[in-house]
């Protein structure tokens, strides 16, 4: 990452794959519920260029809109969590087990938070704009999965969330979501969804903002694209 071509281009490469995917637009659907009344799946439903027009290359100035510090590593972004560890919200301290939905073939999304908020018997929150949500296709062992996942990244557990931290964070949520110790069947399920795991969306409503990341080939995780949503109708972007 230390070459800014090739972090241009890794950059790049993400996005192209990732806007306009199965994770993609789970994501839109849980930005239209976890910060209602913004118009998040209009304002992101362009053209990936049109996308590139508001994205910021991390600095200073870009970590500062984040809220977090921030900075790059071989991997991608990093972000220090310091001023948040013992900060209490409403959000925090949710009962309930996390449920996984599925609002599209090859995405499901996990909230931590609300364990109901995105829970339908069809498999999940609607897309925007849709009337009704078709059952997702069986996913194979090895196709693409991508997660959102809404949670407090301060549940990580730890103080600088690197993409590895994170990646590590997000088996966790899935594991103790899908595997359920009173039925073995659930552990190969778990296991097969671990396995064909490729992107991973966080969207933190506490601090406002959405972490993703992708593996490439060796299974290494980057993280590779960030977001902050204040009051405007449309998420800040920042890439590597």
Same mark, same amino acid.
């Given at each position: 990452?230390?070459?800014?071509?090739?972090?241009?281009?890794?950059?790049?490469?993400?996005?192209?794959?990732? *806007?306009?995917?199965?994770?993609?637009?789970?994501?839109?659907? *849980?930005?239209? +519920?976890?910060?209602?009344?913004?118009?998040?799946?209009?304002?992101?439903?362009?053209?990936?260029?049109?996308?590139?027009?508001?994205?910021?290359?991390?600095?200073?100035?870009?970590?500062?809109?984040?809220?977090?510090?921030?900075?790059?590593?071989?991997?991608?972004?990093?972000?220090?969590?310091?001023?948040?560890?013992?900060?209490?919200?409403?959000?925090?301290?949710?009962?309930?087990?996390?449920?996984?939905?599925?609002?599209?073939?090859?995405?499901?999304?996990?909230?931590?938070?609300?364990?109901?908020?995105?829970?339908?018997?069809?498999? +999940?929150?609607?897309?925007?704009?849709?009337?009704?949500?078709?059952?997702?296709?069986?996913? +194979?062992?090895?196709?693409?999965?991508?997660?959102?996942?809404?949670?407090?990244?301060?549940?990580?557990?730890?103080?600088?969330?690197?993409?590895?931290?994170?990646?590590?964070y997000a088996g966790r949520v899935v594991t103790n979501t899908l595997h359920e110790a009173a039925r073995p069947?659930?552990?190969?399920?778990?296991?097969?969804?671990?396995?064909?795991?490729?992107?991973?969306?966080?969207?933190?409503?506490?601090?406002?903002?959405?972490?993703?990341?992708?593996?490439?080939?060796?299974?290494?995780?980057?993280?590779?694209?960030?977001?902050?949503?204040?009051?405007?109708?449309?998420?800040?972007?920042?890439?590597?």
């Amino acid at each position: 990452m230390a070459d800014p071509e090739r972090r241009e281009a890794l950059a790049d490469a993400f996005v192209a794959e990732f *806007v306009g995917s199965s994770t993609w637009r789970a994501m839109l659907a *849980v930005l239209e +519920g976890a910060f209602p009344g913004l118009g998040m799946a209009a304002a992101l439903s362009g053209r990936t260029d049109e996308l590139w027009r508001t994205m910021d290359g991390l600095d200073r100035r870009a970590a500062a809109k984040l809220g977090l510090p921030a900075w790059l590593d071989d991997a991608g972004m990093v972000f220090d969590l310091s001023a948040h560890l013992n900060v209490r919200s409403a959000a925090k301290g949710t009962s309930g087990v996390p449920r996984a939905s599925r609002p599209y073939a090859g995405a499901f999304v996990i909230d931590t938070l609300d364990p109901l908020r995105y829970h339908r018997a069809v498999g +999940g929150p609607l897309a925007p704009g849709e009337g009704v949500l078709p059952v997702p296709a069986a996913s +194979g062992e090895e196709d693409d999965t991508g997660v959102v996942i809404v949670a407090n990244l301060t549940s990580a557990g730890v103080r600088v969330l690197d993409s590895a931290a994170l990646w590590r964070y997000a088996g966790r949520v899935v594991t103790n979501t899908l595997h359920e110790a009173a039925r073995p069947e659930t552990r190969v399920r778990t296991r097969r969804a671990l396995r064909a795991l490729r992107r991973v969306v966080f969207v933190d409503p506490d601090l406002g903002v959405g972490l993703c990341l992708q593996t490439d080939v060796a299974r290494t995780p980057r993280c590779l694209l960030a977001f902050k949503v204040g009051n405007t109708t449309a998420p800040q972007f920042v890439r590597p």
